[in-house]
T-cell receptor, first 113, second 115 residues
Framework: QKEVEQDPGPLSVPEGAIVSLNCTYSNSAFQYFMWYRQYSRKGPELLMYTYSSGNKEDGRFTAQVDKSSKYISLFIRDSQPSDSATYLC?????????????FGKGTKLSVIP | GAVVSQHPSRVICKSGTSVKIECRSLDFQATTMFWYRQFPKQSLMLMATSNEGSKATYEQGVEKDKFLINHASLTLSTLTVTSAHPEDSSFYICSPLGPDGNEQFFGPGTRLTVL
């Protein structure tokens, strides 16, 4: 079993829809959870960063972490065509030595105007 | 956010040649640099971790003699793909660790195509 599982999609939604992106993980040592957005042929950019169970909101984006279920989500409200990208979840564990991210495979999202 | 540059952004080379990729953190000093490789429709795979002035630590399955990493200064790290082969064709991304040690920033990536 991979440490981080993420449905690769692709996911296609109409403009204005609510998007739900999800990852599950198996390593209970993971403590920090991130969501990155990656446009085609570009490096990832950090969207959200959280370390506790619960919800964290930033504009149209909400990151949700459920440590008991080892499940994280990213919700995008009022999705826009500019949100079309690949979204990667990433996690960091305590005692991992040097800071190191474990990435999900990424979910490709297309928002149709 | 921090500014990270990579050069070149795209390179096409013949099999057997060596290619050097430069990564610069433009507005902060990076003690630690991560190098990733990303194949199409795949996630980022960590290749190696380097600390300024020290030898890089390579992930299992990554040949250190093939992927030479030089982290000579706090603002510059280079990855040299030696004797490149078509299977080395990939998207290479550098990622310096931010000054507070809590966040990784990513370069824009280098698309390598080996013919």
């Amino acid at each position: 079993q991979k440490e981080v599982e993420q449905d690769p999609g692709p996911l296609s939604v109409p403009e204005g829809a609510i998007v739900s992106l999800n990852c599950t993980y198996s390593n209970s040592a993971f403590q920090y959870f991130m969501w990155y957005r990656q446009y085609s042929r570009k490096g990832p950019e950090l969207l959200m960063y959280t370390y506790s169970s619960g919800n964290k909101e930033d504009g149209r984006f909400t990151a949700q972490v459920d440590k008991s279920s080892k499940y994280i989500s990213l919700f995008i409200r009022d999705s826009q065509p500019s949100d079309s990208a690949t979204y990667l979840c990433a996690m960091v564990g305590r005692g991992a030595g040097s800071y190191q991210l474990t990435f999900g495979k990424g979910t490709k999202l297309s928002v149709i105007p | 956010g921090a500014v990270v540059s990579q050069h070149p952004s795209r390179v096409i080379c013949k099999s057997g040649t060596s290619v050097k990729i430069e990564c610069r953190s433009l507005d902060f000093q990076a003690t630690t640099m991560f190098w990733y490789r990303q194949f199409p429709k795949q996630s980022l795979m960590l290749m190696a971790t380097s600390n300024e002035g020290s030898k890089a630590t390579y992930e299992q399955g990554v040949e250190k003699d093939k992927f030479l990493i030089n982290h000579a200064s706090l603002t510059l790290s280079t990855l040299t793909v030696t004797s490149a082969h078509p299977e080395d064709s990939s998207f290479y991304i550098c990622s310096p660790l931010g000054p507070d040690g809590n966040e990784q920033f990513f370069g824009p990536g280098t698309r390598l195509t080996v013919l």
